[in-house]
């Protein structure tokens, strides 16, 4: 009997990119700000984000007439992550 695995991976740059900032902010930001920061369009993150949100990397937080986004801190995968990110950054390279 096999048994098949659904992994989500992570093959765009737009989503790693959108996770960075993220994980670096630490809070809820909305769609338009994380495009202005990894140099995307809203149409793009929007359509990486609602994947991401998908599989529980990120989750959404309604604020009035926004939405909001922020990194899910309780997912082992995003912990793994920010550790990778900051354990980077302490050698000195700028960016992966």
Same mark, same amino acid.
């Given at each position: 009997?096999?048994?098949?695995?659904?992994e989500y991976e992570l093959p765009k740059?737009? @989503?790693m990119?959108? *996770?960075r900032t993220l994980i670096k902010w630490d809070m809820p930001l909305p769609i338009s700000r994380i495009a202005k920061e990894i140099g995307s369009n809203y149409i793009t993150v929007r359509k990486h984000l609602k994947s991401l949100v998908g599989v529980g990397l990120v989750f959404s937080v309604v604020y009035g007439k926004r939405t *909001?986004?922020?990194? @899910?801190?309780?997912? @082992?995968r995003i912990v793994i992550l920010k550790q990778? *990110?900051?354990?980077?950054k302490k050698c000195g390279v700028r960016r992966l």
């Open positions: 009997m096999k048994v098949h695995f659904k740059k737009v @989503e990119d959108i *996770l *909001l986004y922020k990194a @899910e801190m309780a997912n @082992e990778f *990110l900051e354990a980077w």
